[in-house]
């Protein structure tokens, strides 16, 4: 829901910086695999107490995330590119409430695994609906150009990273901002059935 609006405000900056990469040799692979790597050193300072500073590197990674697009587009992008990317997204996406369970196995376990079972269905609803959309020939730009289609939702990735900042932020209440981030996943995966329902359940050559 928020991509859109950060993504107006990042982009330029994100240009002017994959540009000086690009400049320099870096390939956009290389900085997807450094992005993930600060997201794993995240993971565990999280695992081991320290949230603030797992703020800090989860921050500092999902910035690297972004910069692996603007590089792309200066050197040219892969279909291997897009794929490791989305795959490495979805891996941080999982590490960081996995984390927390490791933080406090007792509190966080149930909330932590509703989570990554919302993410799970959510990942699934969304790639789903992009490889469909391929089929049938769909395009959509509403995210910018990227490497497969993306659909929009109350839960994307500024939604996602915002509830990692609190879970860092506020850790004694992981199960509570879980549950709550869960819910909203869960919601953002039924409205794209239902999208789906609505584009797909006629056929491209009766619209």
């Not at 291997?80 to 984390?99: C, E, R, S, T």
């Not at 490889?131 to 994307?156: C, N, P, V, W």
């Amino acid at each position: 829901m928020l991509d859109g609006r950060l993504k107006r405000h990042l982009d330029p900056v994100l240009t002017r910086i994959g540009a000086r990469l690009a400049g320099w040799g870096m390939t956009a692979n290389g900085v997807t695999y450094m992005a993930f790597g600060v997201g794993l050193v995240a993971a565990l300072a999280i695992a081991l107490g320290h949230t603030w500073w797992g703020l800090a590197l989860l921050l500092t990674s999902r910035f690297g995330d972004g910069l692996d697009g603007a590089v792309a587009r200066q050197r040219g992008s892969t279909d291997f590119g897009g794929l490791i990317d989305i795959v490495l997204d979805f891996a941080f996406y999982g590490i960081i409430p996995f984390a927390f369970i490791l933080l406090d196995p007792a509190a966080n376990a149930i909330a932590g695994g509703l989570l990554l079972l919302s993410f799970y269905v959510n990942g699934a609803s969304f790639l789903a609906y992009a490889i469909i959309a391929e089929k049938r020939g769909e395009m959509t730009e509403q995210r910018g150009a990227k490497s497969i289609y993306f659909t929009t939702g109350l839960a994307e990735a500024t939604e996602t990273y915002l509830a990692f900042a609190v879970f860092c932020l506020w850790p004694g209440g992981f199960p509570i901002t879980a549950t709550v981030f869960a819910v909203i996943c869960f919601y953002t995966a039924a409205s794209r059935l239902v999208l789906a329902c609505r584009t797909f359940g006629v056929s491209p050559s009766d619209r």
